[in-house]
């Protein structure tokens, strides 16, 4: 703890859940990565799949300092593609195993008792970011929610010929700035994507950044893609879907960018 010169330890997290994609409208859709990175002495994590949800989990639940969880609303119950460890197989019997261990069954639950997996020791590095898409062109930097999204808009750009390095950052601070540089260095772009409101946004810190750690690397100006600066969330999907990067404005933020020259 910094306000003891490293005598008292503050092993505490919190586990907000943050973020867009279950129509919570006005009052349940807000993203606060901004807020969370202001406030100095926490370690700060967001997860975009569940095998990284357990790993920062158990980071954060071991370090003797604070710690914030952020937990994307709309990525709570997708499955993962990596097996957790202590779970079944990823098979479709493993799955069904896994059903009913854990989900209560319909009507008289009196009796019914969960048979949680066995709980193993795997935790992901806290500040180690993780590439999880390997491309020339441009490099896109992103966690949470967003972070299929540009999965899914790298891959689908690579019928036009352009290949696009994706990084999950995993942990917003201290986040892995030794990746990201190497990333950017090796492609000339950037693109920053969350879903926070644009207005003082963290990725605007790390625009700033990369303008001064990576000028004369640059072949094209770095962007940031990220919420709209509205008041609140609408309740209609299309409302939804116009506040926060999507597919569609993701795929054509990477498109520019990689034809754009400085």
């Given at each position: 703890?910094?306000?003891?010169?490293?005598?008292?330890?503050?092993?505490?997290?919190?586990?907000?859940?943050?973020?867009?994609?279950?129509?919570?409208?006005?009052?349940?859709?807000?993203?606060?990565?901004a807020t969370a990175t202001h406030i100095p002495g926490?370690?700060?994590?967001?997860?975009?799949?569940?095998?990284?949800?357990?790993?920062?989990?158990?980071?954060?639940?071991?370090?003797?300092?604070?710690?914030?969880?952020?937990?994307?609303?709309?990525?709570?119950?997708?499955?993962?593609?990596?097996?957790?460890?202590?779970?079944?197989?990823?098979?479709?019997?493993?799955?069904?195993?896994?059903k009913e261990m854990i989900d209560a069954p319909l009507?008289?639950?009196?009796?019914?008792?969960?048979?949680?997996?066995?709980?193993?020791?795997?935790?992901?590095?806290?500040?180690?970011?993780?590439?999880?898409?390997?491309?020339?062109?441009?490099?896109?930097?992103?966690?949470?929610?967003?972070?299929?999204?540009?999965?899914?808009?790298?891959?689908?750009?690579?019928?036009?010929?352009?290949?696009?390095?994706?990084?999950?950052?995993?942990t917003l601070w201290p986040y892995d700035w030794e990746?990201?540089?190497?990333?950017?260095?090796?492609?000339?772009?950037?693109?920053?994507?969350?879903?926070?409101?644009?207005?003082?946004?963290?990725?605007?810190?790390?625009?700033?950044?990369?303008?001064?750690?990576?000028?004369?690397?640059?072949?094209?100006?770095?962007?940031?893609?990220?919420?709209?600066?509205?008041?609140?969330?609408?309740?209609?999907?299309?409302?939804?879907?116009?506040?926060?990067?999507?597919?569609?404005?993701?795929?054509?933020?990477?498109?520019?960018?990689?034809?754009?020259?400085?």
């Amino acid at each position: 703890c910094w306000t003891s010169n490293g005598d008292w330890h503050l092993p505490r997290t919190m586990m907000p859940p943050v973020g867009r994609g279950i129509r919570g409208s006005i009052h349940h859709s807000h993203s606060f990565d901004a807020t969370a990175t202001h406030i100095p002495g926490f370690k700060i994590v967001m997860p975009s799949n569940p095998l990284d949800a357990y790993g920062l989990m158990l980071a954060c639940l071991k370090e003797p300092n604070p710690t914030m969880f952020l937990k994307p609303k709309a990525l709570l119950r997708i499955e993962g593609a990596e097996q957790i460890p202590g779970e079944p197989p990823l098979t479709a019997e493993g799955k069904k195993q896994l059903k009913e261990m854990i989900d209560a069954p319909l009507g008289d639950r009196t009796k019914w008792k969960p048979k949680w997996p066995e709980l193993t020791d795997y935790t992901v590095e806290l500040g180690k970011a993780k590439v999880v898409r390997t491309g020339d062109h441009v490099t896109v930097v992103s966690y949470g929610r967003t972070l299929p999204v540009c999965v899914q808009a790298a891959e689908a750009l690579e019928g036009e010929g352009i290949t696009t390095e994706v990084i999950d950052l995993r942990t917003l601070w201290p986040y892995d700035w030794e990746t990201v540089s190497a990333s950017i260095k090796h492609t000339g772009r950037v693109l920053f994507v969350n879903e926070d409101t644009e207005v003082t946004n963290f990725g605007e810190h790390l625009v700033r950044r990369t303008v001064e750690d990576l000028f004369y690397e640059l072949e094209a100006r770095p962007r940031l893609l990220a919420g709209a600066f509205v008041p609140g969330v609408g309740l209609a999907d299309n409302l939804e879907m116009a506040s926060v990067p999507q597919l569609g404005t993701s795929t054509e933020a990477i498109r520019d960018l990689a034809h754009e020259r400085a």
